[in-house]
């Protein structure tokens, strides 16, 4: 299968001394229904490397080299392209996928060949869970993190909730995730609907949500949505006035664009991963300039994972002295603290999650933004969430 190749600062040609490459292959949905998610996601991977290496893009003087391959958000294309990259260009560190159904194939590929994989941006809870192995580390959230941090912000003795979400892994662990979490705040979930990914009309699923709770008697009644990818359900549910049932919308953060959105739902409340103007740190501070000075933008939610991503693999690969030995990173990699655009993540040594902060926000209308700004309440740093571990 055709793959891209991204000649990175410093990085000699192919034909060259490839022994001497840091090969990093980044296998994403690069065409697809989350093309956006996987642009923010690329960009912030070169951010991170180059940043990290401070523009020379060589680590321990040897230069990177990064590959690309477009999953099309394909399982079986991704497992594939996983296969070709490890096995045909001696990738020495895979990252991605954009999707977690694609990732879930991907898997076995890094335990078949014995290198590694590094999670971004998938975010179900599986992927360092039940179908984790020892050569999976992932720098993205998990749902369980989302879960988390959205029953922090959101839960509560009184509070019933009921949910909306897409019928893949994503939808199904975030759901599961999150009605754990809520149970521990004393909150509960009374109702979960489930629709497919391409779902464009809602008026049948708000419909059962509706029915199911309008006989619900509590202090305070919620519809959480998780959704990724477009068609965001929000603007067309707020349109058929759940107020009338005494229900209110809730979610998490989301990318810029999906944001518009939230402006028609000022002190709609959750928990985000990230967004620009919350982080202060010199690293986010560098992100931010740069981003705008180049994109004439302000990074999004996808880029800080991204580099966040690409930190991690310098830092790694500096500690364990080269990228081609793959024990030695993993043990480089195991309880790993280094700094990102949100602060301090670590790989937890049970299951390779990256632990890191969260941010409970609640959403402002400002003149000088036309989508609904995540302004900060708080910081949920990783020290207050019990993310469980889930490989076993």
Avoid at 145 to 155: C, M, S
Wanted: with cysteine; aromatic share 8%; proline share 5%.
């Amino acid at each position: 299968m055709k793959r891209i190749i991204t000649a990175l600062a410093c990085a000699v040609a192919l034909t060259g001394s490839a022994a001497a490459d840091i090969r990093i292959g980044h296998v994403y949905g690069k065409t697809g229904p989350l093309e956006a998610y996987a642009a923010q996601s690329h960009t912030g991977l070169k951010l991170g490397l180059e940043y990290a290496t401070d523009g020379t893009m060589e680590i321990n003087g040897e230069p990177i080299k990064l590959l690309e391959y477009d999953t099309q958000l394909d399982p079986a294309r991704g497992r594939s392209l996983l296969a070709e990259a490890y096995g045909d260009d001696d990738v020495h560190i895979a990252v991605g996928p954009v999707s977690s159904g694609v990732a879930l194939a991907m898997l076995p590929v890094a335990e078949e060949y014995e290198r590694l994989l590094l999670v971004e941006p998938a975010v179900a809870d599986s992927i360092t869970g039940s179908n984790w192995n020892r050569y999976i580390f992932r720098t993205g959230r998990n749902s369980s993190q989302d879960a988390i941090a959205n029953a922090v912000a959101l839960g509560g003795e009184g509070t019933v909730v009921a949910t909306l979400a897409q019928d893949y892994a994503f939808g199904r662990d975030g759901v599961a995730a999150f009605r754990e979490a809520l149970s521990e705040t004393g909150a509960n979930v009374a109702h979960e609907e489930y629709v497919p990914t391409d779902t464009t009309d809602f008026t049948a699923a708000a419909e059962r949500i509706f029915t199911a709770m309008n006989d619900v008697e509590a202090e305070r009644k919620l519809l959480f949505i998780i959704w990724a990818g477009g068609g965001n359900p929000m603007s067309q549910l707020n349109a058929m006035d759940p107020s009338r049932f005494g229900i209110e919308i809730a979610t998490g953060g989301n990318i810029l664009p999906a944001l518009t959105a939230y402006k028609e739902l000022p002190g709609l409340e959750g928990a985000t991963y990230y967004y620009y103007e919350i982080p202060e740190n010199p690293i986010n501070d560098w992100l931010v300039k740069t981003h705008f000075e180049r994109f004439g933008t302000p990074p999004d939610f996808f880029t800080a994972g991204g580099m966040a991503a690409g930190l991690a693999l310098v830092e790694a690969i500096q500690q364990a002295g080269g990228s081609d030995d793959t024990e030695a990173l993993i043990e480089a990699m195991e309880g790993m603290h280094w700094e990102t655009p949100k602060g301090t993540m670590m790989f937890r040594p049970e299951d390779h999650q990256a632990l890191q902060s969260m941010y409970h926000f609640r959403t402002e209308v400002q003149e000088d933004k036309d989508y609904g700004v995540p302004v900060l309440v708080r910081e949920i740093t990783m020290d207050e969430m019990s993310v469980p571990v889930r490989t076993e």
